[in-house]
């Protein structure tokens, strides 16, 4: 990114919430393939293949069936992204014209700022936790307290800087953490005793027997981890110019850095014998020198680092849209706060699969709403009413009763459904059907203004 470009997009993003000008809406393939691909390449997707492997499921399926997830969980957000390359808005002020302005605020906004604090904290935690063992490997020991202080600046600062820091580092970290994954996996084939990390035996390696619930259990879950971006979609085609540029980079990176991570984290989980979650313990058991170790401690920054400051940044937004006053760059601080207070608390990581069942739930039925809505309306939105809190989009009294409704029943009926019956994917095209077939009766819901 050209140095002018960059600031003009600091610029721009350090106005919150307005939409940006249609001449910095130029974004093309690379930053974001390099954004996705090195998301999705992080502390989550490895510690999942972990889980899998544990599960019966043998390297190629985990593979297989972590990328077909996220990228089902991404269709309906590449769609619903049109609004931020058409019209510029970020994906909370979007979420005004689907579920009113005030059901943005205190629905939408509330929802993702919880999300982006839980996902922050998660990753933050799990992070320090690595480090703190490869330190120690080392012969160094730093109180949790100041690794947090350490995450909490790496992490933070770029956040502040907008997307146009995201992109940037994302530029940088994605081709150090290419060559650091594939060192690491050569190192492993070359020290694990016996062959265990050589490719055919890693790829022959089954823990037990399993069974095709299994296997939609975690598509499942997969799919509904992505659509909690669903909200904040916008925020990042909001610089992009073509539909097709933006669905193409997004789709590519979310793709190639799920079956990286994947395949990476599956490696290394099944040469210590499928007896561990965490790829990094492997290699550490192994008791190797501090060349390897120094690159596992860079790979464990860089993972977090680059998926922390997506939560981040969408918080920040979501934060901001809720209570508009703070601004994004202080609404983002609070963000970190808040998230990094929840770090040192090691129970979030105890409850991970039932808060990502949780999540999927909840965030499906969103997912439903906005993309009936955006496939109805997205082609006529109105801009200016978007930021009139007694304009076109009030509704009754700040909300769209009838978006509302939806995502309330949906939510409500799939949380009842068996994870092997696919209950965030029925929520999604649940939700978006009923306000497909209902939208058009809806204007006897808005009261624009009159109530």
Do not use: E, Y
């Given at each position: 990114m050209q140095k002018n470009n960059f600031t003009e997009i600091y610029l721009a993003d350090r106005q919150g919430l307005m939409p940006v000008?249609?001449?910095?809406?130029?974004?093309?393939f690379w930053p974001l393939f390099a954004l996705f691909c090195n998301s999705m390449m992080n502390p989550a997707t490895l510690v999942t293949s972990g889980l899998m492997i544990q599960t019966g499921l043998p390297l190629a399926l985990v593979a297989?069936?972590?990328t077909l997830g996220v990228c089902v969980g991404m269709w309906p957000f590449i769609i619903v992204a049109r609004v931020g390359s058409q019209y510029g808005v970020p994906g909370q002020v979007f979420c005004r014209a689907v579920f009113g302005y005030q059901g943005s605020r205190w629905l939408t906004s509330l929802l993702r700022v919880i999300t982006s604090v839980y996902w922050y904290a998660f990753q933050t935690l799990a992070a320090m936790m690595a480090v703190d063992a490869?330190?120690?490997?080392?012969?160094?020991?730093?109180?949790l307290a100041w690794l947090g202080a350490g995450f909490v600046i790496l992490q933070g600062g770029i956040a502040l800087s907008g997307y146009a820091g995201l992109t940037v580092l994302s530029g940088l970290t994605l081709p150090l953490k290419l060559v650091i994954f594939i060192g690491l996996t050569i190192w492993l084939m070359l020290h694990v005793p016996d062959g265990g990390a050589l490719p055919e035996r890693v790829f022959a390696f089954q823990a037990g027997s399993w069974s095709w619930a299994i296997v939609l259990f975690w598509m499942n879950g997969l799919a509904s981890s992505m659509m909690s971006l669903m909200t904040d979609a916008a925020d990042f085609s909001r610089f992009t110019h073509q539909n097709r540029r933006f669905g193409f980079g997004v789709l590519a990176g979310v793709a190639c850095g799920t079956a990286l991570g994947a395949l990476f984290g599956g490696w290394c989980i099944v040469a210590g014998g499928g007896n561990t979650i965490n790829p990094f313990d492997v290699i550490v058991?192994?008791?190797?020198?501090?060349?390897?170790?120094?690159?596992v401690l860079l790979v464990t920054v860089f993972d977090a680092w680059t998926i922390n400051v997506i939560n981040l940044y969408t918080g920040g937004f979501s934060l901001a849209n809720a209570f508009p006053r703070l601004g994004r760059q202080t609404a983002t601080l609070f963000i970190i706060a808040g998230a990094t207070l929840l770090a040192f608390f090691p129970a979030i990581i105890d409850r991970y699969l039932e808060t990502l069942s949780a999540v999927g739930v909840v965030y499906a039925a969103?997912?439903?709403v906005l993309l009936g809505w955006c496939l109805r309306y997205g082609q006529s939105l109105d801009v200016d009413a978007l930021y009139e809190q007694e304009g076109r989009y009030r509704y009754f009294r700040g909300w769209n009763l009838l978006a509302v409704g939806i995502f309330v029943f949906c939510m409500s009926v799939t949380s009842l459904i068996a994870p092997a019956w696919l209950p965030s994917i029925i929520a999604l095209l649940g939700a978006t059907g009923l306000m497909l077939i209902f939208s058009q009766s809806s204007q006897c819901l808005q009261s624009k203004g009159k109530n």
């Open positions: 000008q249609a001449t910095l809406r130029q974004g093309g297989l069936v972590q490869i330190l120690g490997s080392l012969g160094f020991s730093i109180p058991a192994l008791n190797p020198g501090s060349p390897v170790l120094l690159m969103t997912s439903g």
